[in-house]
């Protein structure tokens, strides 16, 4: 899976306007980001990628890109 296709993915899941994320957003301003959002993107990279993250690792990250970090080499360019 490529990073857009995981970006739009998340979209998808956040209900937020499709090709509106890039990577660069702080989460704290992507207005529905919760701590739902944060199961959503937990069973989104188990689910497309088979990668396990943790909510301590989403509590520590403060961007999209943080975020898109945690998925390791799970997404290609």
């Known amino acids: 899976m490529t990073k857009v296709e995981f970006l739009r993915a998340l979209e998808s899941q956040l209900e937020v306007p499709e090709g509106s994320l890039n990577g660069k957003e702080a989460i704290r301003d992507i207005s529905s980001w919760d701590s739902m959002a ?20 989403i509590a520590r990250s403060k961007t999209v890109d943080d975020l898109m970090s945690l998925l390791g080499d799970g997404l290609t360019a």
């Not at 944060?38 to 690792?57: N, R």
């Open 38 to 57: 944060g199961l959503l993107f937990i069973a989104l990279a188990d689910e497309k990628l088979g990668v396990l993250v943790s909510g301590d690792q």
